[in-house]
């Protein structure tokens, strides 16, 4: 079974400036994908950003971009120019690239962005 | 509104209840996915459908749970007999078969007393 893990429950970065979060995981499976997803107060979550396990390459995406360790297991959100509208829970997720493409997730960690 | 809507927004009833909870999909997605979020949790993952078939349910959906999704259009989830455990954010999904990105919706939260 997949797991996935985020170890650090919150954290807080001053506006402007630029805040890593981790996460780590575990499969045995060689094809699948990893996201952060990013859960707004009371707003449906959205996508923030994905990688597919096959390229070397870290996805970018605008301010965010990831550090994907594949021999680690290692997932790490790299918020960059932190904006007060990046307050949010975010989560980790891993899915397979079969068939059945549902997400595992991670507990989460609020990010609170100071002004 | 093309984004995926569940009804309703907010539930409370008592222990020993039934409720219904309905989940709209983006109308061209034929995967639909519920999700179950407790306090302090991430999702996770509950069943899921691709047209009407339901593919997969999780060992979380207990015999009290159900859910169908007549026509491959919208969902339902029910949960019979309603315990306080089942309090939760239950959460829909939705994606194209192959679709790397699945777009949620903003969730039901069953509060059971």
């Known amino acids: 079974a997949q797991t996935v893990t985020q170890s650090q429950p919150e954290m807080s970065v001053q506006e402007a400036e630029t805040v890593t979060l981790s996460c780590t995981y575990d499969t045995s499976e060689s094809n699948y994908y990893l996201f952060w997803y990013k859960q707004p107060p009371s707003r449906q979550m959205i996508l923030v950003i994905r990688q597919e396990a096959y390229k070397q390459q870290n996805a970018t995406e605008n301010r965010f971009s990831v550090n994907f360790q594949k021999a680690a297991k290692s997932f790490s959100l790299k918020i960059s120019d932190s904006q007060l509208g990046d307050t949010a829970m975010y989560f980790c997720?891993?899915?397979?690239?079969?068939?059945?493409?549902?997400?595992?997730f991670g507990k989460g960690i609020t990010l609170s962005v100071r002004p | 509104d093309t984004g995926v809507s569940q009804n309703p927004r907010h539930k409370i009833t008592k222990r020993g209840q039934n409720v219904t909870f309905r989940c709209d999909p983006i109308s061209e997605h034929n995967r639909l996915y519920w999700y179950r979020q407790t306090l302090g949790q991430g999702p996770e993952f509950l069943t899921y459908?691709?047209?009407?078939?339901?593919?997969?349910k999780s060992r979380l959906l207990s015999d009290r749970f159900s859910a169908e999704r007549p026509k491959g259009s919208f969902s339902t989830l029910e949960i019979q007999r309603t315990e306080q455990g089942d309090s939760a954010m239950y959460l829909c999904a939705s994606s194209f078969v192959g679709g790397t990105e699945a777009f949620f919706g903003q969730g039901t939260r069953l509060t059971v007393v």
């Open positions: 459908f691709q047209n009407e078939a339901q593919l997969e």
């Open positions: 997720a891993w899915s397979y690239t079969g068939a059945n493409s549902k997400l595992t």
